[in-house]
């Protein structure tokens, strides 16, 4: 069977053929090339590509194979996400303890980007709450793999970018939780400075921190924002979930320029709603506010739009992200969708997680051929000057000599990447020929 496969930034995909899997049990496919397992390809750039191979199709892969409703233990298919989890447990009282910005994520994305959430201060990455999967390799070998058996396997495929075989079931500890409410507060801040220190007081009593960051605003308002904390509480015994609504077309172009998005940031930043002292949120906005609109990713128009999230070491983080800020704003190149967000101390357990200290922020940028890829490249620059990195889920662009530096075990990495698995992204940090 086969179909074309994007991902999220819908920039031009390469040729490839999609094969679905129908479960677990199946063998891999003899055919020749190679194989990327492919979720629900909600990376944005060519991580979860394979151009002139096959992609697996993991989505049916799509049961739940056990749940101890007294320990949140859960095992499921690779191909269930996240949101089917919280759909079977939060009704129990668990929810996924590190949950990225969409619900639309299958278990085996989520470990092959040891992905993060709003409380990696508090709770760390996927690898984390992972406590075991199973793994199979081309030669046919069925691997248990956790922190203590396999466990160097276990450390390369966390994080692994689908390239050490087909995970295919796995096992996560869940979060005790009260309900799906979370109660917190958002409010204003004017600069940088300011962000930090909300940061650093907001960590300690709150499990979930964010901010949205004004890309427009230039001169004394760089860095101007809006943080957002909030921990899980009760509330209400029902909610009615929103429907979500799907952009009916594709636009011809972008709908985000140079004015649309300097007038809606600077709408979005003063808006009343904005500030909100202890406000009680329902755990889809307050996680997943895009989720409500399917497919918004099209808003970017047909040459779609690349995203570059980065982490910067703590020490240099309110001078390197003011810098890439100003150089941004300057460019009028950006989007409305920037988040800055710390991340904790907690080691990762994967060789290639992109989670480390410092500070992350994360931008979207509509597809403007080689402006967009110049400003991308100076953006790199000071990305690798502070001794920081780029998240692969996110890139479709950084250079091999930027992957080898952000990621300085990918070495000891490639020694466990299975012979017949290969990626566009793979193929392109490591040099060899498309
Ligand atoms: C709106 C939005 C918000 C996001 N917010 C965050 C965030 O807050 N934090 C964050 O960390 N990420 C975030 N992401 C990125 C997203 O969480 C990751 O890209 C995630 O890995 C996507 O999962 P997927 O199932 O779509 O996998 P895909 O994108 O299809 O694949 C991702 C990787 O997983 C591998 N893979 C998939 N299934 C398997 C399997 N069964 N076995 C082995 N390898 C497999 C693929 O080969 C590929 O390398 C966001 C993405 C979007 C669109």
Known sequence: MSRQALSWGRLPAPEQRLIKLGSRFDALPTTTGSLLPYGLGRSYGDSCLNGG??????????????????SGVIEVEAGVSLGEIIELALPQGWFPAALPGTRFVTVGGAIA??????????????GHQLLGFELLRSDGQVLHCSPTANAALFAATVGGLGLTGLIRRASLQLLRVPGPWIRGSSERFGSLAEFFALSAEAEAASAYT?????????????GRGIFIRGNHAEGPASYAAPRGIRLPITPPLSLINPLTLAAF?????RRPAATARDALWHWQPFFHPLDAVLEW????????????????????????????LRRIAESKLGSFLVVLKTFGNMAARGMLSFPRPGATLAIDFPNRGAQTLALLDSLDAMTMAAGGAVYPAKDARMSAAAFRQYFPQWQAFAGHVDPRFS????????????
Request: aromatic share 14%; charged share 20%.
């Open 210 to 222: 964010v901010a949205w960051i004004d890309s427009s605003a230039t001169g004394a308002n760089t």
């Open 265 to 269: 940031n600077a709408l979005y930043y």
């Open 297 to 324: 990713n099209r808003i970017y128009g047909p040459h779609g739009f690349y995203q570059y999230q980065c982490v910067v070491p703590m020490q240099d983080a309110e001078t390197v992200i003011g810098e890439m």
């Open 53 to 70: 191979g096959a992609l697996l199709g993991t989505r049916g892969l799509d049961r739940y194979i056990a749940f101890d409703r007294d």
């Open 113 to 126: 980007n040891d992905v993060h959430g709003k409380n990696h201060h508090r709770a760390g990455s996927f």
């Open 423 to 434: 990626s566009s992204f793979w193929r392109r940090v490591t040099e060899y020929p498309q």
